[in-house]
């Protein structure tokens, strides 16, 4: 049995600056959740009514959350204008209004942040995020706060019971930051299973759904496997799309990495097994699991196929760029074409 708490720990937003970029918009290509209990569900509804769609689920803790419908071929939220604003802005969702801070309800309350968003960057004498987190937690509705908590509350009294090998998240956390100190980060990493997966990533049938990445300069590119060709396609304003480059697949062949690369990618790894959202995906996979694989064991595979899938992106980006190596810069790229998924990924306990 491990305690649940009421703490609410900020410590992954310490130092941190953020500032929303004009024009930028990346945001609203990942489908967001709002609430029935939500101030402004019904504001929505009114201004269009086929613009949420409900989650189908038969799990009690998730009904009553619907996302936002999106746009299959522009690859973004319907109310996202061509200017890249929102056109509900004044009723947007929570989880809209919070980004990139995303909150995580499980044993406790943590906050932590999408590492997909290009407006923010470590400062250690800022706490502007910190100080958003704080105003964040005191403006959620009192509800659907003690609602949440309440769900995750029973959620985690009630996983000791369900799992024989049940540690508590401070115990894994802790077991986990101990694989990622002595993980050797090579392009060993990466398996047959890995690439496996990625290629069918790369091949989804809804445009959606393909990997998506926010360059520095602002462009939503996307990219997708035709045949041996893998196509990189730029994402306009308007939804119209255009083929900026392609390369044969198999040139996709994994290059060195530096020293500074493989320190990169482990403190990426450090940062991932910190949330108390990690933790929740562990559990997850556990309860889902037929083998009866132990949770430790699930826990190294888990934290080995995010370096493999990083380190694939990141061959990916290189191949187009022209780089021969993968250095720091490039695991950084990476970083940003992955953690979209990763900090949302289905976890056990409630994500806003
Ligand atoms: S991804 Fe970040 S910078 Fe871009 S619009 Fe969203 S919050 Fe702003
Ligand atoms: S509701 Fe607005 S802010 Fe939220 S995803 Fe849609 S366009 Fe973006």
């Known amino acids: ?8 720990d900020y410590a992954l937003l310490e130092g941190m600056d953020f500032k929303c970029l004009e024009g930028c918009g990346f945001c609203c290509t990942f489908p967001a959740e709002v609430r029935e209990c939500e101030p402004g569900f019904n504001a929505i509804l009114k201004i269009d009514r086929n613009g949420v769609k409900k989650w189908v689920t038969t799990d ?26 929102c056109g509900i802005y004044p009723v947007r969702s929570l989880l809209c209004r919070i980004f990139p801070i995303k909150i995580f309800f499980g044993q406790r309350i943590q906050l932590y942040t999408s590492q997909v968003c290009r407006g923010f960057s470590q400062d250690s004498n800022s706490n502007v995020l910190c100080l958003k987190g704080k105003e964040i937690m005191e403006q959620l509705p009192a509800q659907m706060k003690e609602e949440m908590t309440l769900k995750a509350r029973e959620m985690y009294d009630s996983l000791p019971g369900k799992l024989s090998d049940c540690i508590s998240p401070s115990v894994l956390q802790t077991r986990s930051l101990e ?7 090579s392009n060993e990493i990466v398996t047959q299973r890995d690439k496996d997966d990625f290629t069918s990533q790369l091949s989804s049938e809804e445009f959606i759904n393909l990997p998506t990445y926010l360059t520095a300069d602002m462009q939503w590119l996307v990219f997708r496997l035709n045949g041996r060709l893998l196509e990189r396609i730029k994402l306009e304003r308007t939804g119209e799309i255009e083929t900026t480059g392609n390369i044969d697949y198999s040139f996709l062949s994994l290059r ?43 826990v190294t595979t888990y934290i080995d196929g995010i370096a493999a899938s990083l380190l694939l992106r990141a061959n990916l980006l290189a191949a187009f760029e022209g780089h021969d190596i993968i250095d720091a810069d490039v695991i950084k ?7 979209g998924y990763l900090a949302t ?5 409630l994500i806003l």
């Open 60 to 85: 009690p803790y998730f009904c009553n959350v619907y996302t936002m419908r999106q746009h299959q071929e522009r690859g973004a939220c319907i109310f996202l204008r061509e200017d890249r604003r």
């Open 345 to 349: 990924e289905p976890s056990y306990g």
């Open 179 to 185: 694989h990622v100190n002595c993980m050797d980060i």
């Open 256 to 298: 060195p990495l530096s020293a500074d690369a493989a320190n990169a990618l482990r403190k990426y790894l450090e940062i991932i097994v910190k949330r108390d959202h990690f933790a929740g995906v562990i559990y997850l996979h556990a309860l889902e699991q037929e083998r009866n694989v132990p949770l430790i064991d699930l």
């Open 1 to 8: 049995m491990f305690s649940i708490t009421t703490e609410i």
């Open 333 to 339: 790229e990476a970083i940003i074409f992955s953690d």
